[in-house]
């Protein structure tokens, strides 16, 4: 069953703007992760959070995790055209510290 | 490096058909997984082996079996599929989990679009 839930499901805005997309999961974590997947694509990792950290950046991408809501919000400063693709967030619970359990993704375009 | 590569990249079965796909990875990774991914379903484990000699169900195993003949390479095989099994499949791998609370991101291939007719 899936742990977490993205929303908006699609988003789309314009080159330059910021981008919001949020995580909801249901059980406790130890971290949580954000990928992103081009179309035809694998995905790729984008930042790791765990579960006593409430913030982390990495260049244009800030992550926060709020485990009393459970929930996360990926924000993706000064969009490109590039950044257009799918974004999973993904949990790592309990003791299957290998597991990753996957939402079902925002698609995000970006207009130039 | 090459990462994690997978093949074949294309494939189409008829029911009833087997086939085996193909993953290996030179990052010297311990854990492996296999997953698919559906339209609207996000990614679904099926598969995955902590370490080199051991494998485990994930949530939809059912259908499939794998191999982890050594720890570069882990293969999934379906032994007689179903057009419910046309997916894109995708490997990928990370390293150990370690300790209660510490755990990798992992990396993926490129896919395997998988047709059943």
């Known amino acids: 069953s899936q742990q977490g839930e993205e929303d908006p499901q699609a988003l789309s805005i314009q080159e330059g703007e910021n981008a919001t997309m949020n995580c909801s999961y249901k059980t406790s974590i130890n971290n949580l992760q954000w990928y992103r997947q081009n179309s035809g694509r694998g995905l790729v990792h984008l930042i790791l959070i765990r579960s006593n950290e409430r913030e982390k950046h990495s260049g244009r991408l800030r992550v926060t995790l709020d485990t009393s809501k459970k929930s996360s919000s990926l924000l993706i400063t000064a969009s490109r055209a590039a950044d257009t693709a799918s974004y999973f967030c993904?949990?790592?619970?309990?003791?299957?510290?290998?597991?990753?359990?996957f939402g079902k993704g925002t698609l995000l375009t970006v207009n130039p | 490096n090459a990462g994690v590569t997978q093949t074949p990249k294309f494939q189409v079965l008829k029911t009833g058909q087997s086939m085996t796909l193909q993953c290996a990875q030179d990052m010297n990774h311990n854990s492996m997984y296999w997953y698919r991914q559906d339209p609207g379903m996000g990614l679904r484990l099926i598969y995955y082996s902590a370490s080199e000699g051991t494998t485990d169900k994930g949530e939809v195993p059912n259908g499939y079996n794998v191999s982890r003949l050594n720890k570069r390479e882990f293969s999934l095989r379906l032994e007689s599929a179903a057009p419910s099994q046309t997916s894109v499949y995708f490997c990928?791998?990370?390293?150990?989990?370690?300790?209660?609370?510490?755990?990798?991101?992992?990396?993926f291939g490129p896919g395997t679009r998988l047709t059943v007719t």
């Open positions: 993904a949990t790592v619970s309990g003791g299957s510290n290998y597991k990753l359990t």
């Open positions: 990928a791998s990370s390293a150990s989990g370690g300790a209660y609370g510490s755990s990798y991101e992992q990396y």
